[in-house]
């Protein structure tokens, strides 16, 4: 039969390159790994069938797992929904996932360092077969076609695909060549002590062939079914890993249950780092829907609105029609009001977390702070509870601050929450247009996300107090009591400095508007500010970047 020799895409073999020659802090992982695969083929087969049921057939959904120790090899077999040619050389040749060439560039910039701890954020998914196995063979039939494939590699640069006889029915066949020095993946004791540590989430058996017989090794429960008392936080990760496609642990796990006109069940996490693809144009939210326990879709974007996009998890329905199609999940009623229920959920477990542990808060702010203030912007009826987890960086000092805190030290007749904007908190802190608003003891905001230009204007004020930038003209100083002891600006008398303002407005000519003395600066000689009905300085900056 004809082979085909083909070369990864190079990505792939960049991540191949890192997975052979970095030890990997835990091997055990593959097996979790090709076990997900496995079950996902098995959610996807069964999400088919409801509208085909010949392409499932009578056999049942597992995965079969068989060591052979004579043979040094270690096989995983599903009966999900398999690949044909197209998709074995798709999947397996390459890396779709967004931002996968920014995360390797980082890589191998800390693995020159002589760290690699970086790859365990990742996950390496099924190329984390090499790292205990020096062939790996696939043997794959997709459900509904007639031909079975093969696809092998050593991993080093190429694999081959080949039709093939020996295809499973339905479903894939992963067998690894096990390295010399990985034989304990061939004993029984370690596979079933794997498997309880990290694939007990799996809702489908997972069986183990050992010495000729057959016996089932996971509770096959889905996991979100089971009572909160009796899942450990170990459970918890491990499902947050299959499900959310994550490698850090959870910083928040929201486990509920909704009864009454809607019911329904999620689980949803918090990842405790920020994702490489975050603000990648392509990134969706990526809550994965189930409709009574049969999977539905990877990334349900009815689930969350955008700017909660670093949560991850899954939801399972007791109402939606179980042959849902993906069109009508758009438009329908029961998700919008799902969704209602989680964001107010989402938002109260973050209330509580930002006053019971605020330093985990701040952490958690300075990963995911900028996606959430895009709800500021987008998100009108969320605004309120939104400033309200806000925390900023501010003139006060080094800790993040909150609106209530910043409303608490107002100065005497200050009736606006002051801000200035730009790249860094540091410079802005030193900034000469705020040299004013610190000598009369004024707090002033130092906002560095780009999406701050926009929110602040959307949202106009908060508790009745307007946002003003610092940079604007006319910021009213001489209204603001100063502090007792501060110094007292001079007195300006007849304002000699009128003859000196002309002369720098005829040498600046038409590149200033306007050119004023000032009350804002107490050290610096001058400061350049927007007039008030101009745009924002820093905005202005941006957008002129923006245009090049
Ligand atoms: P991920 O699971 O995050 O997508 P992997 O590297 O683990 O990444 O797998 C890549 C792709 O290969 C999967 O998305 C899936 O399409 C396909 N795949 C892997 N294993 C199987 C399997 N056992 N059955 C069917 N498809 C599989
Ligand atoms: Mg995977």
Known sequence: MSEEQLSFQAETSRLLEIVAHSLYSNRDVFLRELVSNASDACDKLRYLALTDPTLAGDTPYAVTITPDKAARTLTIADTGIGMNRDELVENLGTIARSGTAAFLSQMEKQAEGGGTSLIGQFGVGFYSAFMVADRVEVRSRKAGEAGGWSWSSDGKGRFTIAESADAPERGTVITLHIKEDAAEYLEPARIREIVRTHSDHIALPIRLVDGGKEEQINAASALWTRPKAEVTAEQYKEFYHHVGRAFDDPWLTIHGRAEGMLEYSSLLFVPSTRPFDLFHPERQVQVKLYVRRVFVTDSCAELLPSWLRFVRGMVDSEDLPLNISREMLQTNPVLRRIRQGLVKRILGELARKATDAPEEYATFWGNFGAVVKEGLYEDAEHRDALLGLARFR?????????????????????????????????????????????????????????????????????????????????????????????????????????????????ALGDAVKDVRASERLTDSPVCLVADDGDMDMHLERMLRAARQ
């Open 394 to 506: 501010s003139t006060a000092g080094d800790g993040l601050v909150s609106l209530a805190e910043y409303a608490g030290r107002m100065r005497p007749g200050q009736e606006a929450i002051y801000t200035i904007h730009g790249d860094d908190a540091g410079q802005l802190a030193r900034s000469p247009q705020i040299e004013g608003f610190r000598a009369k003891g004024v707090e002033v905001l130092l906002l560095t996300d780009p999406i701050d230009e926009f929110w602040t204007g959307a949202v106009g004020r908060h508790d009745g107090k307007p946002f003003r930038s610092v940079t604007r003209g006319g910021a009213d100083l001489a209204k603001i009591e100063a502090p007792e002891g501060a110094e007292k600006p001079e007195p300006k008398g007849d304002r000699p400095i009128d003859g000196l303002l002309s002369l720098f407005k005829v």
